[in-house]
């Protein structure tokens, strides 16, 4: 069964600080991973996508790496800012169909 | 140039009335796709559209319906509303079915 699996559930961190985030999919056959921004209330914002060949890629301050031998990928946040309060959702595009496999996110808050 | 956008942005509904949700993808986008996001879950996969024709449906009942017109913008059309319907609904268009999502702003629905 093609699922994805992130954790951990939440996170609280203070600014200024660095965290990671875990992304563990069962998804077959693979075709790219994307990494979400989702603010309470709004639509998700891309991050980054990566595909079977790419293990890491950048967007300012976030940092997504991919094993795709060992089906992981993190999300790295350096420097935390009060605005990366939100949840940030993992995301695998199967690639026999038009579908997106969606993880449950991780809620993160970050405090002053 | 104007990204997704949907249609209304806040509904209230009662059990058993029917809704219809209006979404206009980025300009030379050809595909649409709907997800239902149910508080503090990830957004579930409806229907994806490309060029007209559905390409794409999730795990929900005949209740729930969409179509694409000639403009690529889309509806999503849910009958015989239930409590359980109440939840953000996202639009998502890309240029083709695999390539990046752009969401648009949601609207929130709430069945009374």
């Known amino acids: 069964k093609n699922q994805v699996e992130q954790s951990p559930q939440s996170l609280i961190i203070l600014e200024g600080k660095n965290c990671t985030l875990q992304c563990n999919y069962t998804v077959s056959p693979f075709s790219n991973l994307r990494w979400y921004k989702q603010d309470t209330g709004r639509g998700p914002v891309s991050l980054t996508i990566m595909t079977f060949s790419e293990n890491t890629k950048s967007n300012g301050r976030y940092t997504a790496t991919l094993d795709a031998d060992t089906k992981q990928s993190s999300l790295h946040i350096t420097a935390s800012q009060l605005s990366d309060s939100a949840s940030y959702i993992c995301?695998?595009?199967?690639?026999?169909?038009?579908?997106?496999?969606w993880g449950a996110g991780t809620k993160l808050i970050i405090k002053p | 140039d104007a990204g997704v956008t949907q249609s209304p942005t806040h509904l209230i509904k009662t059990r058993g009335q029917h809704v219809t949700l209006r979404c206009s993808p980025i300009?030379?986008?050809?595909?649409v796709s709907w997800y239902q996001q149910v508080l503090g879950q990830g957004p579930q996969f409806i229907f994806q559209y490309y060029e007209k024709e559905e390409r794409g449906r999730g795990n929900f009942p005949d209740r729930f319906s969409a179509r694409q017109f000639p403009n690529y913008s889309s509806e999503l059309n849910v009958n015989a509303l239930l409590l359980g319907d109440s939840a953000l609904y996202l639009c998502a268009s890309s240029l083709r079915g695999r390539y990046e999502q752009y969401f648009g702003p949601g609207t929130r629905l709430t069945v009374t």
């Open positions: 995301v695998v595009s199967a690639d026999s169909n038009y579908q997106l496999i």
């Open positions: 300009s030379g986008h050809k595909s």
